[in-house]
């Protein structure tokens, strides 16, 4: 299921990517050139583990990155400040609101379920 996953949120993550250049708001979120060119790399790593990568890969890849939007989504929660929860990672630069902090967890529950859900890979025998 890893695979899968990568494959699915690595276009997801690479079409926001590119969206969020010429539809900043798009979905609500706080589209700025650092924050799509995050989606993109994500997007094309997550493709690449998905496409050609193992399923060992894909499946550390999920863990991985569904740790790291977890917290992220938690962590704009919590110092997010103001009606919008805004939260200024790089001022100016990259800020993350709400509906990211919403998108995020989204993200990180489903890639942690994805590595969850693949089983772990056996080692090669050896003669």
């Known amino acids: 299921?890893?695979?899968?996953?990568?494959?699915?949120?690595g276009i997801v993550f690479t079409l926001v990517?590119?969206?969020g250049f010429v539809m900043p708001g798009l979905l609500g979120a706080h589209l700025t050139l650092a924050h799509?060119?995050?989606h993109l790399v994500t997007g094309l790593l997550a493709l690449g583990v998905g496409l050609?990568?193992?399923?060992?890969?894909?499946?550390?890849?999920?863990?991985?990155?569904?740790?790291?939007?977890?917290?992220?989504?938690?962590?704009?929660f919590v110092l997010g400040t103001g009606p919008d929860k805004m939260w200024e990672v790089l001022p100016g630069q990259l800020m993350f609101g709400t509906v990211d902090h919403g998108i995020h967890v989204?993200?990180?529950?489903?890639?942690?379920?994805?590595?969850l859900a693949t089983k772990?890979?056996?080692a090669p025998r050896t003669a």
């Open 52 to 76: 050609k990568g193992s399923i060992g890969g894909a499946k550390t890849f999920c863990l991985a990155f569904g740790v790291v939007y977890l917290l992220l989504g938690i962590a704009g």
């Open 120 to 122: 772990a890979v056996p």
């Open 106 to 115: 989204a993200l990180g529950v489903v890639f942690l379920i994805g590595a």
């Open 36 to 38: 799509n060119i995050v």
């Open 1 to 9: 299921m890893a695979k899968q996953v990568c494959t699915i949120l």
């Open 17 to 19: 990517g590119i969206l």
